[in-house]
């Protein structure tokens, strides 16, 4: 972990340290890696970096009480905001993408064999709070999302958006174990996309 940068007291030094994130560098959780903490910018807003493997959509969920921001390193991703029927659009890299707070979005890898690479810009520090929380599982960390962190999923689209595009995988829920699902009874849509065939 980056010492604190000394944010707004000017008798605290910076150091290289606290300014600079070598690549690579930041605490991976899952597919998200940490590399700048809200607390070390003044609560304002973290950065992360984000990997989607091809074919992989990223569940859709709003967000309460922040705005993000993506910029796509490598690779590309389709967008939906506002569900069915919003907006849906394509980035590549080098492209920004806003989502706004209290809006619905997900996004997922359309290549077949090219995994995609991006920073996640997120105001405040709910939703890095959130991924803390998925170290106990993707699927336990979203059921008190809404609750904690203003996070809440739109499980409904994740069956439409997996068969209207081919996808055959959900980011966060890698190698999750398929007894652990009758657990879950308020998720059908979500069991039911994991049945086996």
């Known amino acids: 972990m980056r010492p604190n940068a000394a944010h707004g007291d000017p008798k605290m030094a910076y150091t290289k340290e606290s300014l600079h994130v070598p690549k690579g560098q930041g605490e991976q959780i899952h597919s998200m890696m940490v590399k700048v ?4 910018l003044g609560g304002d ?3 992360m970096e984000g990997h989607i493997a ?3 959509l990223l569940s859709p969920h709003m967000h309460a009480h ?3 921001a993506v910029f796509i390193i490598e690779g590309s991703l389709e967008f939906e905001v506002g569900g069915e029927g919003g907006e849906r659009f ?3 890299a080098g492209d920004f993408v806003i989502k706004p ?3 619905s979005h997900g996004f997922w890898n359309p290549s077949e064999d090219v995994p995609c690479r991006y920073i996640e810009l997120s105001g405040q520090r709910g939703f890095e709070e959130f991924v803390d929380t998925t170290r106990s599982g993707s699927i ?4 008190d999302a809404e609750r904690d962190f203003g996070v809440t999923f739109v499980y409904s689209d994740i069956p439409r958006l997996m068969r209207e595009h081919g ?6 829920v890698e190698g999750l174990e398929l007894p652990e699902l009758p657990e879950l009874p308020e998720l059908p849509s979500l069991r039911k996309l994991f049945r086996k065939r």
């Open 45 to 47: 807003f973290s950065i």
């Open 167 to 172: 996808l055959t995988s959900i980011a966060g």
């Open 66 to 68: 922040e705005d993000q």
């Open 101 to 103: 707070r209290r809006v």
């Open 54 to 56: 091809p074919k992989q």
């Open 140 to 143: 336990r960390a979203s059921l």
């Open 37 to 40: 903490r809200a607390s070390e």
């Open 90 to 92: 394509s980035a590549s």
